[in-house]
């Protein structure tokens, strides 16, 4: 049994109750005493018990329903048992996720918890009867010593989130299971059905105990009611709209509870507050948070109008808000002191809170702020900062006098993975302007609210996904610059907190990492895809506009170069592919290497249809591969990704080794940041990942050229145990072949060279073959390993240059007729060493 | 219309609580050639025989009395202030609303910026709660000339009040007409919401001062030592001890209530209850038999607490109460304990002068009475 029903049995005793004014939370059982101006209320309940022996307590949210069961009507039911001698048993529960099970759970319960034993395989059976249900529990609960059995539903809305989420058909069977138990339908027996059921008369002497239940629910879902068989029947003959308090009535609450505690509240006060209720939405949690504040503030427990006042003027909201609405002010204020307590000024903390306030709210659909419970486990992993603080940040805003997070530290002191969070109270959602503010940060550009942040960044992730998948069907459709500058940066944060975007699939699959869901990894392509199409467009504009006439000459010398080539499909360049062409140029005259960028979703097409990826990574036949401008031959398609790259150690001026500005001008490690574009120095192998801990670089993916422009994808990453960095970056790495080397001349240097070249991607197989004398030649057989031959014979030629001296000739790309067997390495690279230096 | 100010002893609705007219009508007279009449003039006291007459429909007892200021006035005059100030600044504080016809004219008249700062001068004074007292009457358009403050909100917005002119209209619906009895049809609803709203108002205010000047009555009559009638709560297991205290009370000239003990199962017959709440809230405080420790225990919760708080909640009747502990042998420490948590007092009859202590007990409970009514101690 929770808390807040417990303890209700007892007779009147000392209170052991903190103060007057229990705050946002709701009244607990024992606070019966403190509980004052819903008699009226708490009186018609109690006679449509005696009556209908089935109550549906039904109203807005935070009107008080639970308080009023909690600490007016189960009370005073409980000593007029009392008064007469009869004993009562309650118990209650929430339909939760199992609401047959904790139905019968409950009412087994109370029956065994009677003052005699009690035959529980026929209570279990008397629950399950359609017929006959009430009176034969009603039989079995009086043998157990029970005069009256009172069950609470508490929440009974939760049943048809259940009968949405779960089972339709348990939910059905709860309903009816419950109207059966309460005997509040008001259907008459068939004629051949057994006769009607009786009426349990409430006296020591009768042979039944008298069941009732007891159900709160928010009015907004009375419709879902009439769904159910039976049901609405049973809610036309037993719902009481909670009504408002008269003026009079809260004056009373605001002023008796006090004097309980022998204080007291002037009537100037208890008329100010009574006034600045009228003004809120739903009042009575912040009369009663104000109150406890002010309380808990007093030294002699005589509270008056001019520390309210004195309250107002000192807190640190706006004179808008104190002005309009003075409750909620005082709310937002204790709320911003709660809020310094548990983020300490560290701003992780603070963002933190932050994302665990976020995760709790949302907003229905229209527009309204509504609470949105979530598991202890959840905050955990949107907090983004560990058990142990997410920890200290919920049971700072749980405490006692604080209230504003569910469960209570008054009523469940510990919490577990499984407990479910809520805010206390909507009226925090609306008032707290760290919550609700709508106004623009002009620095973000977003909300300062939280609430309202997370629902526009909701907007903006469904919209992603719904993109995305337009996406996969039309590849035209990646995002613009801008877009993808603004999506592509929050997108970073959201991976910091990947759980965070759980409740916004459209279609989730339930996978324990949300990264693995189909529609993040869906939006992280479309992003990723933007991001490559952007840097290029803009690379190649910037140019355009930098080289001027120039430009158009180079233009004019790739598409004189593709035609060279012969290649098909110049009605289908668009102008971004010219665009592209451009690039390559402008690539070309760098390294003597012309570029071209493949299309991922090409490239997906291809994967789906089951083609080699190695090969689709390198050849793309739409996009056409762009003759060179240098050297006949040194030709390379490539493919841009994301891979890591050693960038590395810094120098004397602490300036990174392999990596300078996009001008040439050389960067700290520091300065390279997100997004920014940036020059390779040195041919470097791309790799999977970063190095393990031990060091250990991981695979090779290829092969990226010196001077090549890469697009930095994170901060640089310290290189674990060594000096240096690595960087995760965008670029076109080359995917390398096995090779055979045949080589004349020194059996070291051709070893050192064959290692080189395993170092950059390549299998090398290698081995000393007198017919490589003076041939410098990479020989190729099939035809479509020409791309491949042309690509070696680049690296080769540098390669070969930079490390042995070989400068006297180019390794040339040959095609040869003695093909290699299948399975064989379809290159053969043949060089003669003789003349490298030692 | 002279009768106003030339009746001695005026009647009006509120009279019985010390105003002299439930409402003053302010205008200003746009008399700007000095011939003592101008069409604003006209149409404000046409105005005014309409509101009484759409008022007085109502069946107000008494009737309401409106204040109309017809003599004269010359804005341009020299001596603007002139010797009718002093006795239209008294009037002013007598009324209970202030009924304003908005106007560019109203605006720019010194007289009726006197008017208004007095009303709202005086408003702390005034009986009963002090909103929704300035009622106003938009005749000729003033859009975009700014208002006093005292008839804009708290965020400077002008006061929402009643509309007697089209929206793209200068003047009112009936300008420069002699409409007589006959109200024309457009100015018909938005007068008549206007007459109901001052209605409600006055009513509001008098049901507010009437309560005020009962729980006055009340707590003085308890001040006195005095009840007419005492709710006298006893088991019906206890007959003969309830039956020994309603005789006291009853040679004291004291009526008691109910007739007999209550029975038990009342707790479960809901229309018995109810009677018993309501017959107790007709009381002047409630007096509970003790006969037995262990009853005494539930009924001061059940009764003296829940009962007495549902009187309260439902009857707006706070009642005090005592427990009469007739053997001396029930006042356990925390059992009266208990009972002061419930503003139960307690009464041994053996250490007092039983009956004659009831008046004390009274006197002294009375106190808490006013405390609770928030009724004012009377200045000594």
Same mark, same amino acid.
């Given at each position: ?473 039309? $590849? ?206 040195? $041919? ?22 010196? $001077? ?131 | ?336 304990? $208990? ?42």
């Amino acid at each position: 049994m929770n808390r807040a029903w417990g303890g209700i049995e007892g007779s009147a005793g000392a209170p052991e109750i903190e103060g007057p004014y229990p705050g946002l939370r709701p009244f607990l059982a024992e606070e019966a005493e403190i509980f004052f101006g819903r008699e009226q209320m708490a009186d018609e309940v109690l006679v449509r018990l005696n009556e209908r022996h089935m109550v549906v307590v039904h109203g807005t949210s935070g009107c008080g329903k639970s308080s009023l069961i909690a600490a007016g009507v189960l009370p005073q039911l409980a000593k007029r048992r009392a008064r007469r001698g009869l004993t009562l048993n309650v118990g209650s529960f929430r339909p939760g996720s199992r609401p047959m099970q904790s139905l019968v759970a409950t009412i087994a319960g109370e029956v065994a918890g009677g003052t005699a034993p009690a035959d529980m395989q026929k209570v279990y059976a008397a629950i399950a009867q359609r017929q006959g249900a009430r009176p034969e529990l009603a039989r079995l609960a009086k043998a157990a010593g029970i005069d009256q059995l009172c069950i609470i539903v508490d929440q009974f809305e939760e049943l048809f989130r259940f009968a949405e989420d779960e089972s339709f058909e348990e939910a059905e069977r709860f309903a009816e299971t419950l109207v059966a138990l309460a005997g509040a339908s008001d259907r008459p027996a068939d004629w051949w059905e057994e006769g009607g059921e009786g009426d349990g008369v409430l006296a020591t002497e009768a042979k039944e105990a008298q069941i009732s239940f007891l159900l709160t629910m928010r009015s907004e879902f009375l419709g879902d009611c009439s769904r159910y068989p039976r049901l609405a029947e049973a809610i036309n003959r037993t719902q009481y709209l909670l009504p408002n308090m008269e003026r009079s009535d809260l004056i009373r609450a605001i002023r008796e509870p006090a004097e309980v505690f022998g204080g007291t509240v002037d009537h100037a006060l208890a008329e100010k507050i009574a006034d600045d209720a009228g003004r809120e939405q739903d009042p009575l949690p912040l009369v009663q948070h104000a109150l406890m504040k002010l309380w808990r503030a007093s030294d002699n427990g005589a509270l008056d109008l001019s520390g309210y006042e004195q309250a107002l003027a000192a807190s640190g909201q706006s004179e808008a808000l104190r002005q309009k609405s003075p409750l909620s002010a005082i709310l937002a204020d204790h709320a911003d002191a709660v809020l310094a307590q548990a983020t300490k000024g560290e701003s992780d903390r603070l963002a933190a809170t932050g994302f665990i306030f976020r995760a709790l709210t949302r907003k229905d659909s229209e527009g309204r702020a509504i609470r949105c419970p979530q598991r202890y486990a959840r905050l955990e992993k949107v907090s983004g900062v560990g058990p142990q603080v997410t920890r200290e940040i919920v049971d700072c805003f749980r405490r006692e006098g604080v209230s504003f997070l569910t469960p209570y530290e008054a009523m469940q002191a510990e919490i577990d993975p499984a407990t479910v969070i809520d805010i206390s109270h909507e009226a925090l959602i609306r008032t707290w302007p760290r919550m609700s503010d709508r106004t623009i940060d002009p620095e973000t550009a977003q909300p300062v609210g939280w609430l309202e942040r997370e629902a526009q960044e909701a907007m903006v992730w469904r919209w992603l996904v719904l993109h995305a998948k337009f996406f996969r069907t039309n $590849n035209s459709a990646y995002l613009d610059g801008t877009t993808t500058d603004r999506l592509g940066d929050w997108f970073q944060t959201v991976k910091t907190r990947p759980e965070w975007a759980r409740p916004y699939l459209l279609h989730g699959e339930g996978k324990e990492d949300v990264r693995e869901e189909p529609e993040w990894k869906a939006v992280d392509g479309l992003l990723e895809e933007s991001r490559r199409r952007t840097w290029l467009e803009r690379n190649m504009v910037r140019r355009w506009k930098k080289l001027g006439w120039w430009s158009l000459v180079l233009l004019a010398v790739a598409l004189v170069g593709v035609v060279a080539a012969g290649v098909q499909g110049y009605s289908m360049w668009s102008k971004a592919q010219a665009l592209r062409s451009l690039e390559a140029a402008r690539q070309s005259t760098a390294n003597s290497l012309y570029v071209t960028a493949n299309v991922t979703l090409e490239k997906n097409t291809k994967r789906r249809a089951g083609s080699n990826p190695a090969e689709d990574e390198l050849v793309d036949p739409g996009v056409a591969a762009v003759a060179s401008g240098g050297a006949e031959g040194t030709m390379l398609v490539i493919n841009r990704k994301s891979g890591y790259i050693w960038i590395g150690a810094t120098r004397g001026n602490g300036t990174l080794s392999h990596i300078v500005r996009s001008d040439g001008r050389s960067l700290p490690p520091a300065a390279v940041e997100r997004g920014g574009s940036y020059r390779i120095r040195g $041919n470097l192998t791309v790799r999977e990942g970063p190095p393990g801990a031990d060091g250990q670089p991981a695979e090779a993916i290829g092969l990226i050229a010196d $001077n090549t422009l890469v697009t930095a994808v994170e901060p640089p990453i310290p290189a674990p145990g060594a000096a240096g960095y690595w960087l995760r970056a965008l670029l076109v790495p080359t995917k390398l072949p096995n090779v055979r080397l045949l080589h004349a001349g020194d059996e070291e240097t051709a070893a050192a060279s064959a290692g080189n070249f395993t170092d950059l991607g390549y299998s090398v197989a290698a081995s000393d073959d007198a017919s490589a004398r003076g041939r410098w030649e990479v020989l190729y057989c099939r035809e479509e390993d020409r791309g491949a031959a042309l690509r070696l014979a680049a690296i080769a030629s540098r390669e070969l240059a930079q490390t042995h001296g070989l400068e006297a000739r180019t390794v040339a790309p040959v095609r040869g007729s003695d093909c290699p067997a299948p399975g064989e390495p379809g290159l053969r690279l043949i060089v003669d060493f003789s003349a490298a230096a030692s | 219309m002279n009768e106003p100010r030339t009746e001695p002893a005026p009647q009006c609705f509120l009279g019985r609580h010390g105003y002299h007219f439930d409402l003053f009508l302010s205008y200003a007279h746009a008399d700007v050639d000095g011939t003592g009449e101008s069409p604003l003039k006209t149409w404000s006291q046409q105005f005014y025989r309409s509101l009484l007459a759409a008022l007085r429909s109502f069946q107000l007892e008494p009737l309401p009395r409106v204040f109309l200021d017809e003599a004269p006035r010359q804005e341009n005059a020299l001596n603007r202030a002139g010797h009718l100030a002093p006795e239209l600044i008294e009037t002013v504080g007598k009324s209970a609303l202030l009924q304003i016809v908005m106007s560019p004219h109203y605006l720019k008249s010194e007289w009726c910026r006197r008017e208004l700062e007095a009303f709202v001068n005086t408003l702390p004074d005034k009986r009963g709660s002090a909103k929704d007292r300035l009622i106003i009457a938009k005749a000729i358009d003033t859009e975009g000339q700014p208002w006093p403050e005292a008839l804009c909100d708290a965020e400077g917005n002008k006061t929402v009040g009643w509309q007697y002119h089209d929206p793209d209209k200068y003047f009112p619906h009936g300008w420069m007409t002699e409409w007589g009895r006959h109200i024309p049809p457009q100015m018909g609803a938005a007068l008549f919401d206007m007459a109901h709203f001052i209605k409600r108002r006055l009513e509001q205010i008098d049901a507010e001062l009437t309560e005020k000047q009962k729980k006055s009555e009340l707590v003085s009559w308890l001040e006195q030592g005095q009840a007419e009638r005492i709710y006298l709560y006893g088991r019906s297991d206890d007959e003969a001890e309830w039956d020994a205290v309603s005789q006291d009370l009853d040679r004291l000239g004291i009526v008691v209530y109910p007739g007999e003990p209550e029975p038990l199962d009342v707790d479960d017959d809901s229309a018995k209850r109810a009677q018993y709440a309501r017959l107790a809230s007709r009381c002047d405080a409630m007096v509970m038999v003790g006969a037995d420790g262990l009853k005494l225990d539930f009924d001061l919760d059940v009764v003296g607490r829940e009962r007495r708080n549902l009187i309260a909640s439902k009857y707006k009747k706070y009642l005090p109460c005592a427990v009469l502990d007739r053997s001396g042998s029930l006042a356990r420490p925390a059992r009266v304990s $208990n009972a002061r948590r419930f503003g139960i007092d307690w009464i041994d009859p053996n250490a007092c002068d039983w009956p004659n202590y009831i008046k004390v007990w009274l006197q002294s409970s009375a106190d808490s009475v006013r405390q609770r009514y928030g009724v004012e101690t009377p200045a000594p």
